[in-house]
């Protein structure tokens, strides 16, 4: 389980094909206290580490199935060399709960339609699968390329959020344009809420 608190921005290093996809991410985790098989979620999507290195600098790989390749941002525009990936390690039993609980299941792509300052921060629309929309609630919360956000407005399949300064800063949200993808977790317990109200 994740908070949706990015607590690193990685660089990708490599990707290769190997049956599944395989990827090398460097970070400024210390990589001595990562363990073989330990979850860390890379732009909201909870990956294995399967192996660990420090030379030229720290680094995890990690392996992406064809169903998580599917579902997530890295079939719909894949992961290259160079691109920055908002990392964050699982939550610890006392951990401080800074987001919300996020599982790094990721549900689908939402698609950056539109973006403009307001003031010092940046409001961002975002159109999501019709599939996802419903369990998107104003002032509820969304996780988007694993951060946790407050949802600001939603009209049919659009929504909206804000993101401030310190977020920009800290992630790759300052390198959003329009026409991106991203990736879209909702809230768990929206999930739940309606799978209840189907035995209504």
Known sequence: MFTGIITDVGEVLDVVQEGDLRARIATSYDVTRIDIGASIACDGVCLTVVALGQTPRPWFDVQISAETANLTNIGRSGWMAGKRLNLERALR?????????????????????????????????F??????????????????????????????????????????????????????????????????VARLREWD
């Open 93 to 125: 039993v006392g951990d401080e709960l800074g987001g919300h609980i996020v599982s790094g299941h990721v549900d689908g792509v939402a698609d950056l339609v539109a973006m403009r300052d307001e003031g010092d921060s940046t409001r961002m629309t």
């Open 127 to 192: 159109e999501a699968p019709e599939a996802l929309a419903r369990f998107i609630a104003s002032k509820g919360s969304v996780a988007l390329n694993g951060t946790s956000l407050t949802v600001n407005e939603v009209e049919g399949r659009t929504f909206g959020i804000n993101v401030i300064p310190h977020t920009k800063a800290v992630t790759n949200w300052g390198q959003m344009a329009v026409g991106d993808a991203v990736n879209l977790e909702i809230d768990t317990m929206a999930r739940y």
